[in-house]
């Protein structure tokens, strides 16, 4: 629990309340002389800063060679920063292999799919399924462990580094042995495997298992199901390393929390967090903004799905960024307000501690352009102003520390196989996009007003009213069945495209698509009818599809269609259709209708469910609600998602950050985010 952190972090000091929210950043230390340091923590207590993660990207100055240690350095680290005050998540240090050890063993290093490997100078640079670099890793994370275990800074360990981020897919001889093993341990048979992954087309039938490799570069397209099970396998690989750090660490300190931090945030894909989340204390996250028209909503849909991944607990904000980032194609410099509203946007979803990287923006090595804490102006600096200043406004919200996420009434179902699956090659268009789609549902939620949580398939799906299942590819008969249940108990079920085709197998549900969801829809499918690139439908209702159609017959007579093809291949057929089943009701979207078509449907999808938007009806869009629960109150994040001055009626509550209330009236400053808190009902 993220809780067993907040608690060891020293209270008293400089007033701070007993539990309040962390803050921090990445620190790194061993970049800078040894006066900088004192400097750094005396700076940290001008910013309110209580935790920082040390010693990431430490192993080669921990240990300069395979036998010889030197801790002096970070002993005197840990030491200062305690005496400061600060506690310390302390990382395993195993992200980046030293260079004496991809010397010594350059069997460590990843191989991509075109046999090329990943040479050292970098980072992350070694195989998951690597025994030898386990080897060497758990022994450093054993020597840390020992030798900190006791130190009064340490709060939390903090196991390698966003695993997987550079390193997700190793393609060499060591994951080919890895990954037979996986396989014989999911299908117990080679008859079970060959039938899985329908090795009767094109001669794939494999008759030993040493025969079967890793997805590499082929002549066409590798086997579909060989491809997604590779996925699965990369995602089981890192997690399995994770527990063998994590195991080294509960053996040696059971009462320190372990966390590693996940990415959860565009562009990443290939770890599976919700089954990852399960092996840690508590959930960290790190995520970089995005620059473009949705780049604020992304960011509250990855802080919500990272709740959702946390099953509503608070969790950990590892990572993000003061201001620019230095690994986009043109690096855009945060505007003054966004380093506040984009901290305050992921407390609003559960962040019980906001953290940067990093702490002192470095002077050479491929991250000097990245923003920091203390940028290269130094403290005389608008921005070092801004982040003692947001010091100053997480501590005013030490209440909130703890509290939960409040249920909304519509889930949003975000699934990592059906994500995997959908998006394979070989299929009948490369331009769909589970993400965006996702996205662009949640995008048009937020500019009607409501609230939307996003979960995952392990979460209990009954808890919402109403569930959107965007693209739910990927649904094995156990998840109908469930679906089927909630829609006959009054669950309001609205999915997609391409959704409900296929088995956990990526097998084709027959009799006409979605064959898993077909007679609770009510329609049968027999062809799809994808959209050319930049080519758009027409729906009678006046909105505009893209990149999908489907050739919809409506099967039940109780189905209803809410919108018909005016235009295109499916001209005069159903486009979006509804079927009432007892009190709750099952709808389908066979087209791509982007945020603008979704904001002019969603209150038709939504009214049977009786859902709508709990701001007052002039604020809705220019401004997201989100809900925190704790012991005795709630807490009400209102967040300015325009440039202009927004005024809300019809507030009461005691302001822990904001404008007071002049009768009710919340005035939020362009991006501004306030929070205010009531007595829990
Ligand atoms: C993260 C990483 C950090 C730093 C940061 C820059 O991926 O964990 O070490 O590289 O990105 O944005």
Request: some cysteine; charged content about 20%.
């Given at each position: 629990m993220i809780s067993t952190l907040l608690s060891r972090l020293r209270s008293g000091a400089d007033g701070d309340p007993a539990h309040r929210l962390a803050y921090g950043a990445d620190y790194n230390p061993e970049q800078w002389p040894r006066d900088v340091w004192e400097q750094d923590v005396r700076l940290m207590r001008e910013a309110g800063v209580n935790v920082v993660s040390v010693g990431i990207f430490s192993w080669a100055r921990i240990q300069p060679a395979e036998d010889q240690w030197d801790f002096a350095w970070l002993d005197e680290v840990m030491d200062l920063l305690h005496e400061g005050g600060i506690g310390v998540d302390l990382a395993t240090a195993t992200a980046s292999p030293p260079?004496w050890l991809?010397?010594?063993?350059?069997?460590?290093?990843?191989?991509?799919?075109?046999?090329?490997?990943?040479?050292?100078?970098?980072r992350?640079?070694?195989?998951?399924?690597?025994?030898?670099?386990?080897?060497h890793a758990l022994r450093l994370v054993r020597e840390m462990a020992d030798r900190y275990k006791d130190h009064p800074a340490l709060v939390a360990w903090h196991v390698s580094n966003e695993?997987?981020?550079?390193?997700?897919?190793?393609?060499?001889?060591?994951?080919?042995?890895?990954?037979?093993?996986?396989?014989?341990?999911?299908?117990?048979?080679?008859?079970?495997?060959?039938?899985?992954?329908?090795?009767?087309?094109?001669?794939?039938?494999?008759?030993?298992?040493?025969?079967?490799?890793?997805?590499?570069?082929?002549?066409?397209?590798?086997?579909?199901?060989?491809?997604?099970?590779?996925?699965?396998?990369?995602?089981?690989?890192?997690?399995?390393?994770?527990?063998?750090e994590r195991d080294v660490l509960r053996e040696i300190t059971p009462d320190v929390p372990v966390t590693t931090n996940?990415?959860?945030?565009?562009?990443?894909?290939?770890?599976?967090?919700?089954?990852?989340?399960?092996?840690i204390d508590f959930?960290s996250?790190d995520?970089?903004?995005?620059?473009?028209?949705?780049?604020?909503?992304?960011?509250?849909?990855?802080?919500?799905?990272?709740?959702?991944?946390?099953?509503?607990?608070?969790?950990f904000l590892m990572e993000h960024?003061t201001?620019?980032?230095?690994?986009?194609?043109?690096?855009?410099?945060?505007?003054?307000?966004?380093?506040?509203?984009?901290?305050?946007?992921?407390?609003?979803?559960?962040?019980d501690a906001v953290c940067f990287f990093q702490w002192r923006q470095s002077s050479a090595g491929?991250e000097k352009?990245h923003s920091a804490m203390v940028p290269h102006?130094g403290e005389d600096s608008?921005l070092f102003?801004?982040v003692t200043?947001l010091g100053a406004?997480l501590k005013?919200?030490a209440?909130?520390a703890?509290?939960?996420?409040?249920?909304?009434?519509?889930?949003?179902?975000?699934?990592?196989?059906?994500?995997?699956?959908?998006?394979?090659?070989?299929?009948?268009?490369?331009?769909?996009?589970?993400?965006?789609?996702?996205?662009?549902?949640?995008?048009?939620?937020?500019?009607?007003?409501?609230?939307?949580?996003?979960?995952?398939?392990?979460?209990?799906?009954?808890?919402?009213?109403?569930?959107?299942?965007?693209?739910?590819?990927?649904?094995?008969?156990?998840?109908?069945?469930?679906?089927?249940?909630?829609?006959?108990?009054?669950?309001?079920?609205?999915?997609?495209?391409?959704?409900?085709?296929?088995?956990?197998?990526?097998?084709?549900?027959?009799?006409?698509?979605?064959?898993?969801?077909?007679?609770?829809?009510?329609?049968?499918?027999?062809?799809?009818?994808?959209?050319?690139?930049?080519?758009?439908?027409?729906?009678?209702?006046?909105?505009?599809?893209?990149?999908?159609?489907?050739?919809?017959?409506?099967?039940?007579?109780?189905?209803?269609?809410?919108?018909?093809?005016?235009?295109?291949?499916?001209?005069?057929?159903?486009?979006?259709?509804?079927?009432?089943?007892?009190?709750?009701?099952?709808?389908?979207?066979?087209?791509?209708?982007?945020?603008?078509?979704?904001?002019?449907?969603?209150?038709?999808?939504?009214?049977?469910?009786?859902?709508?938007?709990?701001?007052?009806?002039?604020?809705?869009?220019?401004?997201?609600?989100?809900?925190?629960?704790?012991?005795?109150?709630?807490?009400?994040?209102?967040?300015?998602?325009?440039?202009?001055?927004?005024?809300?009626?019809?507030?009461?509550?005691?302001?822990?950050?904001?404008?007071?209330?002049?009768?009710?009236?919340?005035?939020?400053?362009?991006?501004?985010?306030?929070?205010?808190?009531?007595?829990?009902?």
């Amino acid at each position: 629990m993220i809780s067993t952190l907040l608690s060891r972090l020293r209270s008293g000091a400089d007033g701070d309340p007993a539990h309040r929210l962390a803050y921090g950043a990445d620190y790194n230390p061993e970049q800078w002389p040894r006066d900088v340091w004192e400097q750094d923590v005396r700076l940290m207590r001008e910013a309110g800063v209580n935790v920082v993660s040390v010693g990431i990207f430490s192993w080669a100055r921990i240990q300069p060679a395979e036998d010889q240690w030197d801790f002096a350095w970070l002993d005197e680290v840990m030491d200062l920063l305690h005496e400061g005050g600060i506690g310390v998540d302390l990382a395993t240090a195993t992200a980046s292999p030293p260079p004496w050890l991809s010397t010594a063993h350059p069997e460590i290093l990843p191989v991509t799919a075109n046999g090329e490997t990943l040479w050292p100078g970098a980072r992350q640079h070694w195989r998951p399924t690597s025994p030898v670099f386990r080897e060497h890793a758990l022994r450093l994370v054993r020597e840390m462990a020992d030798r900190y275990k006791d130190h009064p800074a340490l709060v939390a360990w903090h196991v390698s580094n966003e695993l997987g981020c550079h390193n997700i897919y190793d393609y060499s001889d060591d994951a080919a042995r890895a990954f037979r093993v996986w396989l014989r341990a999911r299908y117990g048979t080679l008859a079970a495997l060959n039938h899985a992954w329908g090795t009767a087309f094109w001669s794939q039938r494999y008759s030993d298992w040493e025969q079967i490799l890793p997805p590499r570069l082929a002549a066409s397209h590798p086997n579909p199901t060989q491809q997604l099970d590779f996925k699965r396998f990369s995602s089981d690989a890192l997690k399995d390393y994770l527990r063998a750090e994590r195991d080294v660490l509960r053996e040696i300190t059971p009462d320190v929390p372990v966390t590693t931090n996940f990415m959860v945030m565009g562009g990443t894909k290939g770890m599976n967090y919700p089954d990852w989340a399960e092996e840690i204390d508590f959930v960290s996250n790190d995520h970089y903004v995005h620059p473009g028209p949705q780049d604020r909503d992304e960011l509250s849909f990855s802080a919500n799905l990272t709740s959702g991944i946390a099953g509503g607990r608070p969790w950990f904000l590892m990572e993000h960024s003061t201001s620019a980032v230095n690994w986009q194609p043109v690096n855009v410099a945060k505007r003054p307000g966004d380093l506040a509203r984009d901290s305050l946007l992921h407390v609003a979803h559960g962040a019980d501690a906001v953290c940067f990287f990093q702490w002192r923006q470095s002077s050479a090595g491929a991250e000097k352009y990245h923003s920091a804490m203390v940028p290269h102006a130094g403290e005389d600096s608008e921005l070092f102003r801004a982040v003692t200043a947001l010091g100053a406004t997480l501590k005013a919200l030490a209440p909130v520390a703890g509290s939960e996420r409040e249920p909304a009434r519509v889930g949003i179902v975000y699934d990592w196989d059906s994500w995997w699956a959908s998006e394979q090659d070989s299929h009948p268009t490369s331009l769909l996009d589970y993400r965006q789609e996702a996205l662009d549902w949640y995008s048009a939620l937020l500019g009607l007003g409501i609230r939307a949580d996003l979960v995952t398939t392990r979460a209990d799906l009954t808890r919402h009213q109403v569930l959107i299942a965007p693209v739910l590819h990927m649904v094995p008969a156990d998840l109908a069945k469930e679906l089927t249940r909630y829609t006959e108990q009054g669950g309001h079920l609205i999915t997609t495209y391409f959704s409900a085709v296929v088995d956990e197998n990526d097998h084709v549900w027959l009799g006409g698509y979605p064959g898993a969801l077909r007679d609770l829809l009510g329609l049968r499918v027999e062809e799809f009818g994808p959209l050319l690139p930049g080519e758009t439908v027409a729906l009678d209702d006046t909105t505009t599809g893209s990149v999908w159609t489907d050739r919809i017959t409506v099967t039940a007579p109780d189905t209803e269609v809410l919108a018909g093809y005016r235009t295109g291949p499916q001209a005069g057929r159903p486009a979006v259709t509804r079927r009432p089943t007892g009190s709750g009701s099952a709808a389908y979207v066979s087209t791509r209708l982007g945020v603008e078509g979704l904001t002019a449907l969603l209150p038709r999808l939504l009214g049977p469910a009786g859902v709508e938007s709990e701001l007052p009806a002039g604020v809705r869009g220019l401004v997201e609600l989100t809900v925190r629960r704790g012991a005795d109150s709630r807490f009400l994040f209102l967040a300015n998602r325009t440039d202009a001055t927004v005024q809300v009626p019809g507030l009461a509550g005691e302001v822990l950050h904001g404008t007071p209330l002049a009768h009710g009236l919340l005035t939020l400053g362009p991006r501004d985010v306030a929070v205010l808190r009531r007595p829990a009902d």
